[in-house]
């Protein structure tokens, strides 16, 4: 006998398959966002506790303040050990970050393994660590994203679910890197989902904001950055904020082709022989420019001064993009996102020194934030995120117009003038893979064969009894599930077997209970059948159809143990009608 509880949590999943099970998804993404700010919180700790070995202040940013040997040292002796990690635990893996959570949701349903979750968790610690130029947030998104998944595996949820969770961790992953729950909101359904739904936008509201209480409760309220209420304060503002917009489009498009030519240059090489690569092509950054090592937030802080001079902020953009675009090319599991932040800023101060130069009255960093929000929505091409972000981070409504005037003409340069798409794309493209942006497949994703499936069938053997088929048919199934002799198994309308045992009652006039019907001789239309997964998605079930030599499938329980339970029968029409 299944106890109680085990049916309960059987029915709990075969509901979360279906379209309407938000009470459910609710409760689930609470859970998945206070694990994945959990998660957060353990690796900015260690990155901190890592530093504190060689940062006279203890904090992993300020490279500047670390003499000129052990700069040199950090990115090679890094580089040794991201090698080492690569050879003994990596073997198939050469993405990571947001690209490879986008790569998992439209490939495998978003489903993430446990390698790949510590390959980032220790990887991505070692790049910051030592001095690599990348973000933290790609790791956070992604250590979100993989702690999500891995947590609807370990329950076995329908996939349909596990992409959800998957969106819900991403936005945790944001909104603990900033504590801006609606940027991660927004990032998650933009960049990731790329779809906006009321199923999918509830549960990832609830995980930003669990995360994002959680990263409080462990490092407090104060935000990523120190920056004033800023707006636009007169007219004469606006050519200047349409001439960063412009610059920081091409200077986003040279970041996506930079990425795209090393990483093309860099396939043919192991991964422990990129990443010896990315310790050397480090070193004159450390030498020369160490502001651009690690995540930089401290810099970026110092350029909100408006005190940067003109050379230096030059120096800054050139030095960031130069170094960001070799190591995320040659694959080191770091994040893009805060680089493009840095580059922003340093963007916008060297165009608020140049309009302090002409003479014209300019708030200190005003075009930094701007040249940030710029930077990152022409580069992930996901404006309203960083429209958002800017929101978020500054607190004050009057950055919102002039955001999305620098923001959407950024975008646009990128995309329309240059034909570029997002550097995520860029990634997956330069690893051999795309995706698929088919609205009517985003709609099969969302939905379990369990939503579409009939319940109105019966199972049978191939050889049966007139008695036993009328017994079969009081039921008053639609489909019968044939089990052939062989194994395999057909489907076939109980209206045809109704047909042929009234024919044999009404030739005879003597009982025919025990003569016996063979399934596959009576007239009738039969489908070749075969077994789906009741975790699968209708995406999932029409690729079955697609690809193997079937018409139909019976969708069964996904048993660890005993005898798998049919719960329904899935046919092509069943799967269209579900997103009609």
Known sequence: MTPWWQKQSEEARLRLARHDALLHLAVLAV???????????????????????????????????????????????????????????????????????????????????????????FGATIAIVSGHSVGREGPHVFLGAAASSLFGQKLRLPNNSIRTLVACGTAAGIAASFNTPLAGVIFALEVVVMEYTIASFIPVVLAAASATLVSIAAFGNAPAFTIQPLSLTSLTDVPMVILLGLIAGALATLMILLVKLVAG???????????????????????????????????????????????????????????TSAVIGLGIPGGIIGPSLFIGAALGAACEALAVSAGMDVVPGFLPLLGMGAMMGATLQAP????????????APGIIMPGMLAIVI?????????????????????????????????????????????????????????????QLLQDKPVWLLVEKDDGSAV??????????????????????????????????????????????????????????????????????????????????????????
């Open 31 to 121: 859970i998945a966002g206070v694990l994945s700010g959990l998660v957060i919180i353990a690796f900015r700790l260690l990155v901190e506790e890592l530093a504190a070995f060689w940062s006279p202040s203890g904090s992993e940013e300020d490279f500047e303040a670390v003499s000129l040997q052990y700069r040199l040292v950090l990115p090679l002796l890094g580089a040794v050990l991201l090698a080492i990690l690569y050879v003994r635990f990596g073997k198939g893996v050469r993405v990571l970050g947001v690209a490879r959570v986008i790569e998992r949701m439209n490939y495998h349903q978003g489903h993430h393994s446990l390698r790949g979750f510590l390959m980032q968790f």
């Open 265 to 323: 240059r860099a396939k043919r090489l192991e991964m422990w022989q990129r990443m010896l690569i990315s310790g050397f092509v480090m070193l004159p950054f450390a030498w020369l420019l160490p502001q651009t090592m690690g995540v930089g937030y401290d810099t970026v802080n110092q350029l909100f001064g408006g005190e940067t001079l003109l050379q230096l902020a030059l120096l800054l953009v050139l030095g960031k993009l130069l170094a």
């Open 384 to 395: 309203l995120a960083a429209l958002t972000a800017m929101m978020e981070l500054t607190h």
């Open 410 to 470: 950024a975008s646009m340069t990128a995309s329309e003038v240059f034909g570029q798409e997002s550097i995520f794309i860029t990634m997956m493209k330069a690893a051999g893979l795309d995706i698929d942006q088919n609205p009517v497949r985003q709609a099969l994703r969302r939905l379990g064969v369990v939503s579409a499936m009939s319940t109105d069938f019966s199972r049978t053997r191939q050889q049966i009894k007139v008695g036993e088929a009328q």
């Open 491 to 580: 489907l076939l309308r109980a209206v045809d077997l109704a047909g042929v045992i009234g024919e044999k009652e009404e030739a005879n006039s003597d009982p025919v209970e025990e003569a016996t019907i063979d399934l596959l001789d009576i007239p009738g239309q039969r489908f070749d059948a075969t077994a789906v997964s009741s975790r699968a998605t209708l995406q999932e079930a029409l690729e079955k159809l697609d690809t193997q030599v079937a018409e139909a499938l019976y969708v069964e329980s996904d048993s660890v143990t005993g005898v798998p339970r049919i719960y329904g029968i899935l046919t092509r029409d069943m799967i269209e009608s579900a997103y009609r």
